[in-house]
């Protein structure tokens, strides 16, 4: 290991520290009331669905803090926070839809239009409480599908501009409460990533096992077609069997190699939960901590996707688990955090002939947080016919993520306007209110 790696193994390339777990007493308050944010020309509209029950701001020791989960892949937003109330959703998908709720793996029904993916069954306490909230077709105004500049845009804020240097959570540091410690943010990878890249320290703590390789292509439906056709001994059938083979074989280190460079390094969420109990437990003593990321990757799913069980949903169950699992290790810290789970783009509306989805547009933004006003789905719902697609293929988005990314940061981290100005500095100011997005 030369002294470059060394050091971005420690995490101080770059910024970073070693993760020594301190508890120390918090401070703050989380604002309360309805502020306004001067900019967000695509700022979060009027709520669409859900009206959740009032309830009774919750207590926490006082210091705000923001987690940010990025999907790293391109996770497919329509079968996370599911129409299953518009028939052209089915239409568009006839085998990797998610069954309408009281069928067979179906939805878990929101609003009685949206569902969310029976996998994430250990989020549903949270939507009932008003704890999870969703902003649907939101997203960057950037058309990339590449996966590393639609990454790369997100982690510094910046859509389109390849020459920002630094990442928007480690430009929001600038902006923290002064503290004589290292650990007010914490990266959960062996690298600092591109969103704390900067001027400012954030820690690296080490994952609790290692990066998996992505499962191989299948295509059930051409073997059920032509496998009972040449299923016999003669040559055309041994021919067909080898062939088939060397295409499974070659298809599936494609996909390994395309899927590791979707990943960008982001490890599998099989395992996820060992990783954010152990960042739950750290910020929830040491209020000390304002920021943390983690990256989750493997949802790049161009094949064999899955509907209500299959590849998909076999990340998302580990995923809602691992989030589930964070919230409660943080204890009474959970009413003073906002978890906001964000992917750099959205998939294609249309499954493919692979019974998958390719790289799309619009997606959907995920928040939990204790004094999140949840139980609702925030956004304007573009809708799913020809001439409201992205380009005629993708969802499309009504929501610019610097809009939510802002509101979070002024209304929970107490950030200025000025300052946010800094930390996207080319978003440009609105006049649209915020949404009342806290109690």
Known sequence: MNRRHFLRYLGAAGSGAILVPIGLSGCAVVPRGDQTISRAS???????????????????????????????????GLNVVVPHGD???????????????????????????????????????????????????SGS????????????????GTPGQHNTRDGWLNRLMDYLPAEQSPLQAINVGSATPRIFSGHNVAANLQTGREAARPSM????RWSQVFDPLYGGEDALGKAYRDGMAARKQLMAEINSQEQQMANNGAPLPNGLSMDTARLGRLMRHDPRIRLAFLAVGGWDTHAGQGNGTGKLAGGLAPLGTGLATLARELGPAFNDTVIVVMSEFGRTFRENGNGGTDHGHGNAMWLMGGNL?????????????QTALNEGRDLAITTDFRAVLC?????????????????????????????????
């Open 87 to 137: 028939p052209l959703y089915y239409q568009a998908r006839p085998t990797i839809a998610v069954a309408p709720p009281g069928q067979a793996n179906g939805a878990l029904d929101l609003t009685g239009y949206f569902g969310l993916h029976p996998a994430l069954q250990p989020l549903m306490p949270y939507w009932e409480s008003g704890q999870l909230a969703f902003v649907h077709a």
């Open 42 to 76: 695509h700022a979060p509209g009027q709520v669409a669905y859900g009206s959740p029950a009032a309830r009774a701001h919750a207590q926490g020791d006082g210091a705000p803090r923001m987690v940010v989960v990025f999907l790293r892949g391109a996770v497919d």
């Open 141 to 156: 105004p950037d058309g990339s599908r590449s996966h590393f500049e639609a990454q790369d845009y997100m982690e510094t």
């Open 373 to 385: 006003r949840g139980g609702k789905i925030y956004g304007q719902w573009p809708g799913l016919n």
């Open 217 to 220: 292509i299948d295509q059930p």
């Open 407 to 439: 509101a979070l940061s002024e209304r929970h981290m107490r950030i200025s306007d000025q300052a946010l100005e800094k930390i996207f500095p080319q978003y440009a100011a609105g006049s649209k209110g915020v949404p009342a997005l806290f109690v």
